[in-house]
Nanobody, 117 residues
Framework: QVQLVESGGGLVQAGGSLRLSCVAS????????MGWYRQAPGKQREVVAR?????????VYADSVKGRFTISRDDSQNTVYLQMDHLKPEDTAVYYC?????????WGQGTQVTVSS
């Protein structure tokens, strides 16, 4: 079992920045792909960014956030980050941390991000 705890959400003006953190209850990054997803009211949950397991740490981003968001991880802290810059009102959503492997799929409780225009 893995627990994921997100933090760092809040209210920010358009053009501003936030950094989300996701702390895992144990060291899983050698096995699990980590990702950030978001769900806006009335919409389906969508992937925002993902980072691969192990030393490769390759990243993938949704087209809507490319060039503005950066996913990274600190293996020593069991933490994955999502740096969000140049935020737009359409980025408003609950953001969820995800840990995925071929056998297991874990989710955090989510953190609210609200971007005002």
């Amino acid at each position: 079992q893995v627990q994921l705890v997100e933090s760092g959400g809040g209210l920010v003006q358009a053009g501003g920045s936030l950094r989300l953190s996701c702390v895992a209850s144990r060291n899983i990054f050698s096995i699990y792909y980590m990702g950030w997803y978001r769900q806006a009211p009335g919409k389906q949950r969508e992937v925002v960014a993902r980072i691969s397991s192990g030393s490769a740490s390759s990243t993938v981003y949704a087209d809507s956030v490319k060039g503005r968001f950066t996913i990274s991880r600190d293996d020593s802290q069991n933490t994955v980050y999502l740096q969000m810059d140049h935020l737009k009102p359409e980025d408003t959503a609950v953001y969820y941390c995800n840990a995925w492997s071929a056998k297991y799929d874990y989710w955090g409780q989510g953190t609210q991000v609200t971007v005002s225009s």
